[in-house]
């Protein structure tokens, strides 16, 4: 395989000529990245660049653009709704389908392996809150059964908990 069919002209030599190719690339992802990060959120991926920079190979250009994709996922991952905001959502997701429906603790611990970020906690939540709307239809369908029962008299519980089953047929 030549050095021009490879992904960004790297031979597998990665001779003096593979940085200068790589630095162009490299600088116009930086550039985009390091425009969307914090300052405190840089440091591993500049320290990457940097490294790039000081000697370029493509090892080190590879590490650059892992540190850099991995920092920016992160940022995007944060403007989600991740971060302490979103496990703070999570949780009181969980906790929240945890009153609303007798989970057990194995249930409770893997639901705490979801992504802790706002979506999961709504989303926990919206749970919850079926949950709890499914139980107050169960409970008020029970009391106008339980009215309609009265009202009929008790001839009517009898005939209901009966079933009525059709006539067998006659085996032939």
């Known amino acids: 395989?030549?050095?021009?069919?490879?992904p960004a002209g790297v031979g597998a030599?990665?001779?003096a000529g593979s940085g200068d190719r790589?630095?162009?690339?490299?600088?116009?992802?930086?550039?985009?990245?390091?425009?969307?990060?914090?300052?405190?959120?840089?440091?591993?991926?500049l320290a990457a660049v940097r490294a790039f920079a000081a000697a370029p190979s493509p090892a080190r250009y590879l590490?650059?653009?892992r540190a850099l994709h991995a920092a920016a996922r992160?940022?995007?991952?944060?403007?989600?709704?991740?971060?302490?905001g979103g496990a703070r959502s999570a949780e009181r997701g969980i906790d929240r389908l945890a009153r609303a429906a007798e989970l057990p603790d194995d249930l409770l611990d893997a639901l705490?392996?979801?992504?802790?970020?706002?979506?999961?906690?709504?989303?926990?939540?919206?749970?919850a809150?079926?949950?709890t709307v499914q139980e107050l239809v169960?409970?008020?369908?029970?009391?106008?059964?339980?009215?309609?029962?009265?009202?009929?008299?008790?001839?009517?519980?009898?005939?209901?908990?009966?079933?009525r089953r059709r006539p067998r047929r006659p085996e032939r």
């Open 13 to 15: 030599g990665g001779g």
């Open 63 to 65: 590490a650059a653009c």
């Open 129 to 131: 809150d079926l949950i």
């Open 112 to 127: 705490r392996e979801l992504p802790a970020d706002r979506r999961t906690g709504s989303r926990l939540a919206m749970l």
């Open 138 to 163: 169960a409970a008020r369908a029970s009391a106008g059964l339980e009215a309609l029962h009265q009202s009929l008299g008790p001839a009517s519980r009898a005939a209901t908990s009966e079933r």
């Open 1 to 6: 395989m030549s050095s021009a069919a490879s």
């Open 74 to 84: 992160a940022h995007r991952l944060a403007l989600l709704g991740g971060g302490l």
């Open 22 to 45: 790589l630095a162009a690339p490299l600088l116009s992802l930086a550039t985009r990245v390091f425009g969307e990060l914090r300052p405190e959120a840089a440091v591993i991926p």
